[in-house]
């Protein structure tokens, strides 16, 4: 990891430097066999100096009594972590989540966090590591906040694996200070027209003159997925035996049943209607063997070009559609259309809450306007005065008028 400066202390013995993108100035020493880190948490440097002699000072104080642990580094944590995770969620949790930890752990939290005695990690040091991710940006892009946030989730479980080894008594507080709430964004979809005008490009490349196979695919990619609402990585594992043609009982219509693996395990999909014809035609087109997968090859980057060739890339806040655009455009006409949420949530393999907090909130339908538009009926005087008894007309009517 990268310093700006350096400073030695105590005849060389304690080390003062500051890492990129952090102001604040870090302490360094060898103390018991083993090399220890700490953050000052102060940017002054005569202030920093201060804070490294007491704190050398008192750790020789702790090891002549015998008070002072060589306790584990953060990098033993790291690696034991990752050893018993990528075993315990084995067939759990997708490879690429493990994966994911890993990358994590290599690239950014052990290089910072790695030789730092457990005991050692303090919510300031967490906070320095959200300021050094948050500067220390090579091509000018900050992390976004998702991405800062899985790091800062990696690093819990690896404190949480510590703490069930009794190698670490407490996790610090990970929590991020000076967090107001965050605005909620709606998932980038098509609309009915966007919709309309995606698959009408693709429909005419497709049926043009000499027509490559990728783009006869691209049309029928469009077709079923916004008519499954399946997940892109859903999609790319799909093969032709876990899709069956059957008939709805409750229409009559023609409908697919797909056996959906992915990021949640094995699920069920019936799909729309629409969904049909493209599929057969993926199946006549490519002679298909039932461990044949539908789509083989990768069609996001043709999607993108016909997306951007539409000045569709983006919706009205800025928002980039992708493939699993059209997975959120399954939802959201869903719900346009009233379907159940409960079930559009069953049969997307995803919760209620989520459907309700990414997609309900900016759906007008999902509003019933007559549910809310009500009125009280008015009741005329004569009919009120009707109600009243003898004696409560009378004093009304004796009551002075005030003027």
């Known amino acids: 990891m990268a310093e700006t400066a350096r400073h030695a202390l105590m005849d060389g013995r304690v080390q003062l430097y500051q890492r990129e993108g952090s102001p604040h100035w870090q302490c360094s020493c060898s103390v018991g066999g083993r090399q220890r880190r700490k953050t000052t948490g102060v940017e002054s440097l005569a202030h920093a100096k201060d804070v490294a002699r007491d704190w050398y000072l008192s750790l020789l104080g702790k090891l002549r009594v015998g008070d002072l642990k060589a306790g584990k580094t953060f990098a033993d944590a790291a690696e034991r972590f990752i050893d018993e995770f990528e075993v315990i969620t084995k067939g759990a949790r997708s490879p690429i989540y493990v994966k994911g930890h890993r990358a994590r752990l290599t690239n950014y939290l052990v290089p910072f966090f790695g030789q730092t005695v457990l005991g050692d990690i303090t919510a300031g040091m967490v906070q320095d590591y959200r300021i050094h991710r948050l500067r220390a940006v090579r091509d000018g892009t900050p992390p976004a906040p998702s991405t800062l946030h899985q790091e800062i989730v990696c690093l819990r479980q690896v404190l949480k694996a510590a703490n069930r080894r009794r190698w670490l008594d407490q996790l610090p507080d990970l929590s991020a200070p000076f967090r107001g709430s965050t605005k909620v964004s709606h998932r980038a979809w098509l609309s009915p027209d966007d919709y ?6 693709t429909r005419q490349h497709a049926q043009a003159r000499g027509a490559s196979s990728a783009a006869k695919d691209l049309h029928d990619y469009v077709l079923f997925m916004v008519n499954t609402g399946l997940r892109p990585d859903e999609a790319s594992h799909l093969e032709y035996r876990d899709v069956t043609i059957a008939t709805d009982e409750a229409t009559g219509d023609q409908i697919l049943e797909i056996s959906v693996r992915g990021k949640r395990g094995v699920g069920w999909c019936k799909s729309m209607p629409g969904a049909v014809v493209p599929f057969q035609r993926l199946r006549e087109r490519h002679n298909d063997q039932p461990a044949d997968r539908l789509f083989p090859n990768s069609l996001r980057s043709p999607l993108n070009v016909v997306l951007e060739a539409l000045d569709l890339k983006f919706d009205r806040e800025g928002r980039r559609r992708t493939a699993y655009s059209l997975r959120h455009t399954y939802i959201s006409m869903r719900l346009i259309e009233g379907a159940d949420i409960y079930q559009v949530a069953k049969n997307c393999r995803t919760s209620v809450e989520m459907i309700e907090t990414y997609y309900a909130a900016h759906i007008k339908d999902v509003i019933n306007a007559v549910a809310i538009n009500v009125r009280k009926g008015r009741r005329s005087l004569t009919t009120a005065n009707a109600t009243l008894s003898k004696p409560v007309r009378k004093a009304r009517r004796s009551t002075p008028v005030r003027l």
């Open 196 to 201: 309309k005008l995606l698959y009408t490009a």
